[in-house]
């Protein structure tokens, strides 16, 4: 069996990626942000304050015939932005592109913080990190795509996102056709609970590959490529126009600017950003922001959506290892 999700841009900026999924009997449809570098699936709900919810589609649980309550079980979670939320659990049935799930784990809101309220392009997240990763109390529970890989034909999914245009998340089988280059595969590390591997060099535009060790996670929920200060200052060096930006908390450059591409190391091949989508999004007049950015204070790299956007990125469970394929 094989699931097949489409997934789109939450706005102009490619800021996240959203996914219908289909909660409950009869199904009950929520734009969900599908994120690799979590492992809750939580949900704006009818336990949600109302005024928290407002522009948000919500889960009603007690509409739901298949529905059923997780006695004293809990979950909060903070984020990397510190972005936040918590509430209590039910098991229901929950399917993605045609897969369905009984006895799903999802996490009703209770609590939300103000970035989840303002965002009204999502109501909540389906976590797809490791299950090491779930938050909830006193019973961890699985991912939906935990739940689903002994089910799925193969234990795999991926990750197509792309700019200013849909992609996908296929479940149980990889779509090389989605790719132009082949598919690298790299060992992923477990113990963090993320989908993190290392990558040994990266080069700027054509220049020459530079060795630098990077530990980095491929995480769909995080919008930027944020990597070490000296890879980004080397990058930004290449970049006429370009300052540091404390206001905006990163570099900034003139948007007429043709950017160099960035190019990353999986394996013994190589991944190339296109210029183009590094330049990310206009701060104000004639001022854009960089898609790659610094990963201070985070003590990890993220592969980002604006790296994963330039590849096929295939998440094999099965044998702990993580593919990335030229798009
Ligand atoms: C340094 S992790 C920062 C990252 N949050 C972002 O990337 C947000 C995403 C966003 C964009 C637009 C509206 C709302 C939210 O976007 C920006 O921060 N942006 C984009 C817009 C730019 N102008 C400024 C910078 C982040 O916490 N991700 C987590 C998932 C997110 C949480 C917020 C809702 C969307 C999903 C998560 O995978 C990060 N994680 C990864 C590993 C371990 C823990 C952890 O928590």
Redesign the pocket.
Known sequence: QTGSAPNHP?DS?D??YITNVSIGTPAQVLPL?F?T??SDLWVFSSETPSSSARGHTIYTPSKSSTSKKVSGASWSIT???N?SSSGDVYTDTVSIGGFSVTGQAVESATKVSS??VQ?TS?SG?VGL?LDSGNTVKPTKQKTWFSNASSHLASPVFTADLNHQADGSYNFGFIDTSLASGPITYVPISTGNG?WEFTSSSYAIGGGSSKKHSTDG?A?T????L?LDDTIVDAYYNQVQSAQYDDSQE?YTFDCSEDLPSFSFAVGSSTITVPGSLIN??PVDGNTC?GGLQSDDG?GIS?F?DVAIKAALVVFDLGNKRLGWAQK
């Open positions: 939450s900026e800021d996240e942000d994120d570098g979590s984020y990397g932005d972005s970035q989840f965002d999502n997240l990190a993320f996670i995480d929920g995080t919008t930027l944020l990163g990310f999004a922001f985070i993220i980002g």
